[in-house]
């Protein structure tokens, strides 16, 4: 289901407490794959954390449009287990948006091809802070979503999202 958000006022939520966003940067490929896999059931996204690994790859090499990094962000948590000796955060989730979706019927506007959030870090603010934040509310935003997916629809609508 493709859903459009048009220009409209949206208020920006900020982080839940210990949270902190940013954008994104290439170093962040590695742990932002292992998050991604761990965001879905097993074979959702992909079948294996190095396959994750490498669509995030993908993902910052333009396979599914130019990422935008600047417009993309990550979420970050001190306090859970690292990913890397060299740091003590952690990446619990992700808004990845592209200039434009490189599918035929995708709108010419921002395109968000990824909003997750680790399975252990759910319900508590962080997918609205990255979806509110990631682009400004002047600026028109488009996503595909599973029509099953009623609390990400419901998440969606309630920022001002419609069908496309």
Known sequence: MLLIRPPTPVDACGPPPGITLRPP?????????RTYFASYPPGVACATEPEAIEDIRLT???E????????????????YPSDSASTSTSIV???????????????DCPF???????PTHR???????????CLPP??????RVREDNTP???LYERFGFQPG
């Open 25 to 33: 940067t290439p170093e962040d490929i590695e742990p932002l794959g």
């Open 60 to 62: 910052y090499a333009g």
């Open 64 to 79: 599914y449009g130019v990422l935008d990094l600047r417009g993309s962000r990550l979420a970050i948590a001190p306090e």
């Open 93 to 107: 989730g992700a808004a990845l948006v592209v200039e434009r979706g490189p599918w035929s019927d995708a709108p």
């Open 112 to 118: 968000l091809i990824e909003l997750f959030t680790l």
């Open 123 to 133: 319900r508590q603010g962080i997918a609205q802070a990255l979806l509110t934040t």
């Open 138 to 143: 002047s600026t028109s935003l488009a996503l």
């Open 152 to 154: 990400a629809i419901t």
